[in-house]
């Protein structure tokens, strides 16, 4: 079997296509890209959805996890070769309680069936396994490689170990006897779940007949009465909308009226603004709050009254004449009674001296003071220095009257823009760029019922077709008749097949025990390969749990005891080695991988690689791989 094209609806593939050749096929791709979805639609469509599946904690069911992220109904295409024929496998979904359950295979290019083929055994014809199987063995799944046991496994190796000729084995034998139940009845799948479903589809086909000409009836009466509310509902909406239309105008013209209005309080309330701003405008606060400038009114009146009590300070030369009257006293004592007296003159000529010259600096002092204030009060043009508070509060007023008129401004500009958003709502609603939600409600109603009328003009032509294609009821009786004798001769031969797999089963029991030295010497054969040496020995249980031993070493160990990469590849050797024992290979199946590389390092990569494309001169292989 060689797979050569899909086409899948499935998961994040939106009738995306994938082209494949025989050998080795490597599918290198970015992580989320769809290769383990691929894997996944492969293996539906060979063994189908299996709808009973539930979702649980950690785990999805493929129905859920693999349904379409475009909404659309889940299918897809396989083109394959198997037997030297080129087939072509459908599967699509009429219900979403069913994904994928509408099979067909037909020769690739015709309209010709595939005879023997079903939804059931498609995957078992063209691989020679069962899904358990197929699964245990070709299909290594993401993160998926240890092995899961089953007694079917186990029988196909054992069968294979035994005779070395797998056509004529217990296993094989068991299969085909398992193979007819599974034909005849499969969970609800088969032959006699199939003629059931028939008889009952009959049964309720003579229900359906009367049923469907009530139904017509009531649909047809409901389709009535929704056109007659169409109808008048158009009427409302027509007057609603004239109504609507002059409300509108109306309020257009009003809110063109008011905006008008308050374009003129505007302007006039910008004149005011303008015309306080210049009256506040001050040569000495200009810029200053009001605060500011009163804070510089009283630093300024206390310098000035500073300067006033500066200039009011006068020096006298009382002093000044005394010293002197004293120097001249000296002078005379000093002709008349003794030269000595001169030091007395000297001493006091001195103090009239520095007396003179503090008289004449507290004189300059005053004056500069006097001066300064003169300047300071010409500088406010006030006479003293009480004034100067008076101007600070004349500027707080004048400046508190510009502040009232720029508030003015800034709530009449306001006002005006409400006025403009809602004259241009005004005019929306005039133009109809904007409707009202009484509007927008009956719009979506007429919508609503408009839809639902072709709805029900739909529905009763269906009915009409249905109860067309239904029938007779004579003849659907005598069908019903006919299936029941067919399933009765089922049941008989369901039942006497279960027995003889039973009994089979027991006589090939003490083989299965003989299946683990087969598969454990050949997976040691190609993890030894693929480990360069590393490992010499590996050993697989029933229950297909594995341990490997380390050359040199002398106690195996488990796959606890190994790196993520190493476990990789001891799983892998082990699929690989169930595929030979357990796979036909006169029609070998494709040998399908995701991501099994992604834990190895380049050497080990390599060798898989070449084990890889040597199986490829065999087989089909299909690697997905982000590495």
Known sequence: MV??????????LDGDTLELQPGLNVINAPNESGKSTWCAFIRAMLYGIDSAERAKTGFLPDKTHYAPWSGKPMGGTMELTHGGLDITLTRST????????NFSATYTGTGDAVPGIDAANVGEYLTGASRSVFCSSAFIGQGAAAVTGSAELERRIASVVSSGEEEVSASEADERLRAWLRRRRYNKRGAIPELENDIAAGEAALRRVADTVAERD???AELERCTESINRLSDQLKNTQERERTSARQSFERSGEQVSELEWRCSQAERESAKRSAEAADRFFDGMSPDDAAQLARTEQQRAEELRRQSAVRANLNSFYACAALCVLFVILAVAVSPFELIG????????AWRYTVYHRAVDSARSAENELRNLLSRYGVSSAEEIPELAADYARRRAAADKAAAALEAARAELARAREARRADESRFTGAQESEELRRLSWELASLNARRESLSSRLAE????????????AIESGIRAKQDKLAELEEQYDAIELAANTLEKAGAELQNRFSPALGHRAAEIFQRLTGGRYEDL??????SVAVRRSGDSVPRGSLYLSAGAVDLMYLAVRLAIAELALPNDEPCPIILDDALAYLDPTRRERVLDLLDEIGRKRQVILFTCA
């Open 3 to 12: 797979i050569h094209k899909l086409k899948a609806t499935f998961g994040c």
């Open 94 to 101: 009429s219900s979403a309680r069913a994904p994928m359950r």
């Open 539 to 544: 050993t697989v249980s029933r229950d297909f």
């Open 463 to 474: 009915l009409s077709g249905v109860i067309s294609a239904l029938g007779d009821p004579v």
């Open 218 to 220: 009531r649909v047809s």
């Open 345 to 352: 003159t000297a001493v006091f000529a001195a103090l009239g």
